[in-house]
């Protein structure tokens, strides 16, 4: 560990734990004796070593499960399905199947107002500049009422996802290229807050709900930024 410490051992001379000198001038010690030198180097400093016969337990359930994680990377399969409204047509969608008329169901996914992107990049970790395997995706769900206002509903989500990805793609060309720029995982809320301000710099009209999430394959752990 690099500090001095006391083994707490079993019965049976199995390590089952550490005490370190933090540990015991928080405990057990008045307020004059904690901190104190001389405590220290009498009571502490000359606890060293094992004997012969000493094994080491083995570590806690969270932390096993945690240096297992760090060796073994998990990995998520993305799938997308994008299917209209059954009602909908070019001109807009019907309220029920009298609305819809005689036509055919939709299952054209051009005629859906929803978006959406995936991308795997490798990006740097921030605590020690590894790369890391992360997976992007999001969604977007247009607002089909903006055809009343001869607005392409689609248009809006479309270029937010693009934008999205675009944004992570353009992270991992600055990090081949050795620019200063995104030299570090991004956070889905980042990512979507510049992907928003490219839209409106593009005066794309509309609006929509969005998720935009990461998984950590090492860690595990899965981040995302939900907004409506």
Same mark, same amino acid.
């Given at each position: ?83 209209? =409204? ?14 819809? +008329? ?23 970790d921030e ?10 995706? +999001? ?5 089909g009422s903006?055809?009343?206002? =001869? ?78």
């Open positions: 560990l690099g500090i001095k410490c006391l083994p707490i051992l079993s019965k049976q001379g199995r390590v089952e734990g550490l005490l370190t000198a933090r540990d015991m001038s928080d405990f057990g010690l008045t307020a004059s004796d904690k901190g104190g030198k001389k405590n220290y180097l009498n009571d502490i400093s000359e606890r060293v070593g094992l004997s012969s016969d000493t094994s080491m337990a083995e570590p806690p359930t969270y932390l096993h499960a945690h240096l297992g994680m760090e060796q073994k990377p998990l990995y998520v399969n993305i799938g997308v399905a994008e299917l209209p =409204h059954p009602f909908k047509t070019p001109h807009g969608v019907g309220a029920n199947k009298r609305d819809h +008329g005689p036509n055919a169901l939709a299952s054209d996914p051009d005629l859906s107002e929803d978006a959406y992107f995936s991308v795997r990049v490798k990006l740097p605590k020690d500049g590894t790369l890391r395997d992360v997976t992007y995706f +999001g969604v977007a769900d247009g607002v903006w055809r009343e206002y =001869h607005v392409d509903p689609r248009d809006f989500s479309h270029k937010l996802m693009e934008e999205c990805e675009n944004i992570l793609l353009e992270a991992c060309h600055h990090r081949d290229q050795g620019g200063s720029k995104f030299r570090r995982i991004i956070a889905p809320s980042e990512i979507l807050a510049q992907a928003y301000e490219r839209v409106k710099a593009d005066n794309v009209i509309g609006s929509c709900t969005a998720c935009v999430a990461m998984f950590d394959n090492v860690r595990h752990q899965l981040h995302f930024s939900n907004l409506g």
